[in-house]
């Protein structure tokens, strides 16, 4: 069975930094598009940024310039690089391999 393990997430004060990881345990990771989305209470899960099998990558407008997505096909794990962040980047982030596998969520708050 695919599972999904996001960790790295925490408390970070405005502006600061984080870098979420997601490890993948599933065969011919590299054939899959890999995504971040995120979940505040109340809100649907929004499509944070994917990256594709060529390495092509896509974000969200709110993020563009800030994160960065990333993927590294011989560890099988897809990261998302986190700078200047702001209170309104607070939620729980998800990785999704493909589309229907989810990991389990890891929570960033950005507070001073």
């Known amino acids: 069975q695919v599972q999904l393990v996001e960790s790295g997430g925490g408390l970070v004060q405005p502006g600061g930094s984080l870098r979420l990881s997601c490890a993948a345990s599933v065969s011919d990771f590299r054939l899959y598009v890999m995504s971040w989305y995120r979940q505040t209470p109340g809100r649907e899960r929004e499509l944070v940024a994917s990256?594709?099998?060529?390495?092509?990558?896509d974000y969200t407008d709110s993020v563009k310039g800030r994160f960065t997505i990333s993927r590294d096909n011989a560890k099988k794990t897809v990261y998302l690089q986190m700078n200047g962040l702001k209170p309104e980047d607070t939620a729980v982030y998800y990785c999704r391999c493909g589309t229907s596998i989810w990991g389990q969520g890891t929570r960033v708050t950005v507070s001073s």
């Open positions: 990256i594709r099998t060529t390495g092509g990558t």
